[in-house]
């Protein structure tokens, strides 16, 4: 199942999708199986903004495809709080020289839409660009959540509950009354103040 985020609605487009359908809001331009990568999660979760702009940045830097995009925290596979897990980061191209890298950041900062590349000499044959989405609770991390948040940052939340085994309710996307009572035993399992929302150090403890 594949989950997009539309934020002028407040509602999750879902869709039953095969690996060649392209994503919701992409123009056609980005699969799903591109989006997928090497994830074997059968969810997955994007927000318009980002497939919008992942969709501009190939259009306008052809030939180069999408290397690596999405991975699930109950996945692995990076460190911290990765926009990867939340679908909102894309490694495109592959063996880039170093002026096809500049050319393709550039382009996916002026005019792509994306609004952060990773410095080059951490990406050798690559880019990694991703969209922002919301203002982070603590430096270079998630937003701070609360019940009645929607998007995908409360999907990956509820991943690192399930993780921790605090989860009851399940992969939703929604900040649910149940998603806060879990947040609130994990909180009080890590002795963390217990508020039954994501500050700094409950995102940090929550994807360790």
Same mark, same amino acid.
């Given at each position: 199942?594949?989950?997009?985020?539309? /934020?002028?609605?407040?509602?999750?487009?879902?869709?039953?999708?095969?690996?060649?359908?392209?994503?919701?809001?992409?123009? =056609?331009?980005?699969?799903?199986?591109? +989006?997928? =990568?090497?994830?074997?999660?059968?969810?997955?979760?994007?927000?318009?903004? %980002?497939?919008?702009?992942? $969709?501009?940045?190939?259009?306008?830097?052809?030939?180069?495809?999408?290397?690596?995009?999405?991975?699930?925290?109950?996945?692995? =596979? *990076?460190?911290?709080? $990765? /926009?990867?897990?939340?679908?909102?980061?894309?490694?495109?191209?592959?063996?880039?020289?170093? %002026? &096809?890298?500049?050319?393709?950041?550039?382009?996916?900062?002026? *005019?792509?839409?994306?609004?952060?590349? &990773?410095?080059?000499?951490?990406?050798?044959?690559?880019?990694?660009?991703?969209?922002?989405?919301? /203002?982070?609770?603590?430096?270079?991390?998630?937003?701070?959540?609360?019940?009645? %948040?929607?998007?995908?940052?409360? +999907?990956?939340?509820?991943?690192?509950?399930?993780? *921790?085994?605090?989860?009851?309710?399940?992969?939703?996307?929604? +900040?649910?009354?149940?998603?806060?009572?879990?947040?609130?035993?994990?909180?009080?399992?890590?002795?963390? /103040?217990?508020? =039954?929302?994501?500050?700094?150090?409950?995102?940090?403890?929550?994807?360790?």
């Amino acid at each position: 199942m594949v989950y997009v985020f539309d /934020p002028q609605s407040g509602d999750w487009l879902s869709r039953e999708l095969s690996s060649d359908d392209p994503m919701p809001g992409s123009g =056609g331009i980005l699969t799903v199986g591109m +989006f997928r =990568g090497r994830s074997n999660s059968d969810a997955l979760w994007s927000d318009l903004r %980002a497939i919008a702009a992942a $969709s501009a940045l190939l259009k306008a830097a052809k030939p180069f495809t999408v290397r690596y995009a999405f991975r699930r925290p109950s996945e692995g =596979g *990076h460190a911290g709080q $990765s /926009p990867h897990y939340a679908g909102l980061a894309f490694d495109i191209g592959n063996r880039l020289t170093a %002026a &096809e890298q500049l050319r393709l950041a550039r382009t996916a900062l002026y *005019h792509a839409g994306m609004d952060a590349v &990773e410095p080059l000499f951490t990406t050798p044959g690559w880019v990694h660009a991703e969209k922002r989405i919301l /203002p982070p609770a603590a430096a270079g991390g998630y937003p701070h959540l609360g019940q009645g %948040a929607r998007g995908v940052h409360v +999907f990956v939340l509820q991943d690192a509950l399930i993780l *921790h085994g605090f989860a009851s309710g399940g992969l939703t996307g929604c +900040f649910s009354a149940a998603t806060a009572a879990d947040l609130r035993r994990f909180q009080r399992a890590n002795i963390l /103040p217990v508020t =039954g929302e994501t500050d700094g150090p409950t995102w940090q403890q929550l994807m360790k």
